[in-house]
């Protein structure tokens, strides 16, 4: 059997352009939305990382690796601007598409995953969302693994800090 790379050629559609148009709602709502906390930022992001794996897709030989290199490129991307930049736009407002109750749930998430200093929001969203193990979270953002773990043990207390209210509200009122 014949792997397909993300070389573009031969067969007249580029797999990259398939795979971006296959991934791309999942990228920004799994991704740039949760680690930015801004639909526009998100966009941004993602467009931005987009942009920067393209020219490298005939390297990547697995189909599967590219959501890896956009996703890692996304939280690089993030962190630097971060570091340029210093400041931060948050939104309550979800990308189009969830139900109302979802939308009232990840908001209450996404805010507070928005509390959370940046380096911890990404460490929870890679963890926990896109079920990356600590050691790939760790490569992710460029850290050990022992500081991905203080990353990720002290935005989860935060988030339980700041999400327990809530859960206590709905367990009185049932």
Same mark, same amino acid.
């Not at 990308?95 to 380096?119: I, K, S, Y």
């Not at 969203?125 to 953002?141: G, K, P």
């Given at each position: !059997? /014949?792997?397909?790379? !993300?070389?573009?050629?031969?067969?007249? #559609? @580029?797999?990259? @352009?398939?795979?971006?148009?296959?991934?791309?709602?999942? %990228?920004?709502?799994?991704?740039?939305?949760?680690?930015?906390?801004?639909?526009?930022?998100?966009?941004?992001? $993602?467009?931005?990382?987009?942009?920067?794996?393209?020219? /490298?897709?005939? #390297?990547?030989?697995?189909?599967?690796?590219?959501?890896?290199?956009? &996703?890692?490129? !996304?939280?690089?991307?993030?962190?630097?601007?971060?570091? &340029?930049?210093?400041?931060?736009?948050?939104? #309550?407002?979800?990308? @189009?598409?969830?139900?109302? *109750?979802?939308?009232?749930?990840?908001? *209450? %998430?996404?805010?507070?995953?928005?509390?959370?200093?940046?380096?911890?929001?990404?460490?929870?969203? $890679?963890? +926990? +969302?896109?079920? $990356?193990?600590?050691? *790939?979270?760790?490569?992710?953002?460029?850290? #050990?693994?022992?500081?991905? /773990?203080?990353?990720?043990?002290?935005? $989860? /207390?935060?988030?339980? *800090?700041? %999400?327990?209210?809530?859960?206590?509200?709905?367990?009185?009122?049932?």
């Amino acid at each position: !059997m /014949k792997r397909e790379s !993300m070389r573009p050629g031969g067969s007249g #559609s @580029d797999p990259f @352009d398939e795979f971006v148009a296959a991934r791309y709602q999942a %990228l920004l709502r799994g991704g740039a939305y949760l680690i930015t906390g801004d639909v526009h930022d998100a966009r941004d992001l $993602l467009h931005d990382a987009l942009a920067r794996v393209y020219p /490298k897709r005939s #390297s990547i030989r697995e189909p599967g690796a590219a959501e890896g290199y956009v &996703r890692r490129t !996304m939280v690089r991307t993030h962190v630097s601007r971060w570091r &340029r930049t210093r400041r931060e736009v948050l939104t #309550s407002v979800l990308p @189009d598409g969830p139900t109302v *109750q979802e939308a009232e749930r990840d908001g *209450q %998430l996404a805010a507070a995953l928005a509390g959370l200093p940046r380096r911890q929001r990404a460490a929870v969203v $890679l963890r +926990y +969302y896109l079920d $990356l193990s600590v050691a *790939q979270v760790a490569v992710e953002l460029g850290c #050990s693994v022992t500081t991905a /773990k203080t990353h990720l043990a002290r935005g $989860l /207390k935060a988030l339980r *800090q700041e %999400l327990e209210p809530a859960r206590e509200l709905v367990g009185r009122e049932g």
